[in-house]
């Protein structure tokens, strides 16, 4: 009975174990978007298998984004404020230059060994970049219309319901092929709110104005 | 597309998530600016205007006056207002109706007839709109363009 019980405990470990490895993997993916500006991004995820296949996963890890623009037009942020058309005034930054590192979250079904599709978001992160110049384009405010205005990138960086997101966020949409055992190519579109924070309440006594951007994008994944 | 997806995975993370008490979040009381009481018929009327409402709340009511004494002390004078109940609603004169530029006047708004004394940094010849302003939500009240009479 002991022998039994032995053989089935090992067999369990074994099994679980085995399952484990199979289901779970640790990517690292290197991506580029581009169109409205140029946005390269680096993370590390670990994913968990989530059913008996594990072929649905959920995973989390660390991923670095940068983007580069020129002329991005940055359109009043709170939410309190974007409820009315009326509020919504634009900085024009003539570059836009931010770097933030956040912790995303992954959601990604494999259809078998080769082919996944995915979609993962920052949650939480920080920005780090420069000061910033730009137009300010207010149509009520005839003080500030046209007149030049400074912002810095918006920090901490956080993931909210509607328009209460806070700061810079990298989400993806994507497929991926593994044209190996452990290199994949993936390819799909990349949606990110940049946001600076003006150095003086403008308008409606607002200093947050976000871009939001839809790029193409192409990636290369390495599974360890 | 994208914000299904954003919906989505915070449904997932909620569905995952510990529930957690939600702590609301309350306006610190501030000191209630004090308010002043003036001998109108003493003094001079520089500007005037009526109030009209915002679009969020379209029946606000009442006339805003400035009266300047012999000492050039300038006051705001706030007669029969009627506005909705909000919180942390301000009184505020700046240079249009988007709220540039502007200077708190007040930290408290009251239905009726009440007198706040401006302060010395507001430019009479910029700052003409006085505003009924929500700060907590970014919401006008309400605005009165001050002419002169």
Same mark, same amino acid.
């Given at each position: 009975? &002991?022998? *039994?019980?032995?053989?089935?405990?090992?067999?369990?470990? @074994?099994? /679980?174990?085995? +399952?484990?490895?199979? &289901?779970?993997?640790?990517?690292?993916?290197?991506?580029?978007?581009?169109?409205?500006?140029?946005?390269?991004?680096?993370?590390?995820?670990? %994913?968990?298998?989530?059913?008996?296949?594990?072929? !649905?996963?959920?995973?989390?890890? @660390?991923?670095?984004?940068?983007?580069?623009?020129?002329?991005?037009?940055?359109?009043?942020?709170?939410?309190?404020?974007?409820?009315? =058309?009326?509020?919504?005034?634009?900085?024009?930054?003539?570059?836009?230059?931010?770097?933030?590192?956040?912790?995303?979250?992954?959601?990604?079904?494999?259809?078998?060994?080769?082919?996944?599709?995915? +979609?993962?978001?920052?949650?939480?992160?920080?920005?780090?970049?420069? =000061?910033?110049?730009?137009? +300010?384009?207010?149509?009520?405010?005839?003080?500030?219309?046209?007149?030049?205005?400074?912002?810095?990138?918006?920090?901490?960086?956080?993931?909210?319901?509607?328009?209460?997101?806070?700061?810079?966020?990298?989400?993806?949409?994507?497929?991926?092929?593994?044209?190996?055992?452990?290199?994949? /190519?993936?390819?799909?579109?990349?949606?990110? !709110? *940049?946001?600076?924070?003006? #150095?003086?309440?403008?308008?409606?006594?607002?200093?947050? !104005?976000?871009?939001?951007?839809?790029?193409?994008?192409?990636?290369?994944?390495?599974?360890? | 597309?994208?914000?299904?997806? &954003?919906?989505?995975?915070?449904?997932?993370?909620?569905? +995952?998530?510990?529930?957690?008490? #939600? %702590? @609301? =979040?309350?306006?610190?009381?501030?000191?209630?600016?004090?308010?002043?009481?003036?001998?109108?018929?003493?003094?001079?009327?520089?500007?005037?205007?009526?109030?009209?409402?915002?679009?969020?709340?379209?029946?606000?009511?009442?006339?805003?006056?400035?009266?300047?004494?012999?000492?050039?002390?300038?006051?705001?004078?706030?007669?029969?207002?009627?506005?909705? #109940?909000?919180?942390?609603?301000?009184?505020?004169?700046?240079?249009?109706?988007? *709220?540039?530029?502007?200077?708190?006047?007040?930290?408290?708004? %009251?239905?009726?007839?009440?007198?706040?004394? *401006?302060?010395?940094?507001?430019?009479?010849?910029?700052? %003409?709109?006085?505003?009924?302003?929500?700060?907590? !939500?970014?919401?006008?009240?309400? #605005?009165?363009?001050? @002419?002169?009479?």
């Amino acid at each position: 009975m &002991k022998k *039994i019980t032995a053989y089935t405990l090992a067999l369990l470990l @074994v099994s /679980i174990f085995s +399952f484990a490895q199979d &289901k779970n993997t640790t990517i690292i993916d290197a991506s580029a978007a581009f169109g409205s500006g140029f946005s390269p991004s680096l993370g590390i995820t670990k %994913k968990w298998g989530i059913g008996s296949k594990g072929r !649905f996963k959920i995973g989390t890890g @660390v991923r670095l984004t940068n983007f580069s623009g020129s002329n991005i037009d940055f359109i009043t942020a709170p939410a309190d404020l974007t409820i009315d =058309e009326a509020n919504l005034d634009t900085l024009r930054l003539g570059s836009a230059a931010v770097t933030y590192v956040a912790i995303p979250i992954h959601l990604e079904y494999s259809f078998n060994e080769k082919f996944d599709i995915g +979609f993962n978001i920052d949650v939480v992160g920080l920005t780090f970049g420069g =000061e910033q110049s730009g137009t +300010f384009a207010a149509s009520q405010s005839a003080s500030l219309n046209n007149s030049t205005q400074v912002g810095s990138p918006t920090s901490p960086n956080i993931l909210l319901v509607g328009d209460n997101d806070r700061g810079s966020l990298n989400s993806e949409l994507y497929a991926r092929y593994w044209a190996t055992e452990k290199l994949g /190519i993936r390819a799909g579109l990349s949606f990110q !709110f *940049i946001e600076y924070t003006t #150095n003086r309440p403008l308008t409606f006594d607002n200093d947050r !104005f976000r871009a939001k951007l839809m790029q193409p994008m192409i990636g290369i994944s390495y599974k360890f | 597309m994208f914000t299904t997806m &954003k919906y989505l995975t915070i449904l997932f993370i909620a569905t +995952f998530a510990l529930a957690s008490c #939600n %702590k @609301v =979040e309350e306006i610190a009381p501030e000191d209630v600016t004090p308010e002043v009481t003036i001998d109108t018929a003493t003094q001079t009327l520089l500007l005037s205007g009526d109030f009209s409402g915002s679009s969020a709340h379209p029946s606000t009511t009442g006339k805003a006056k400035i009266f300047i004494d012999a000492n050039n002390n300038r006051t705001l004078v706030i007669e029969n207002l009627k506005v909705d #109940n909000g919180p942390d609603l301000r009184i505020y004169l700046a240079e249009d109706t988007a *709220i540039t530029n502007f200077v708190e006047i007040s930290n408290t708004v %009251k239905n009726g007839t009440n007198s706040f004394a *401006i302060p010395s940094t507001v430019n009479l010849e910029k700052q %003409k709109v006085v505003s009924i302003w929500c700060k907590a !939500f970014s919401v006008s009240f309400g #605005n009165s363009s001050l @002419v002169k009479p």
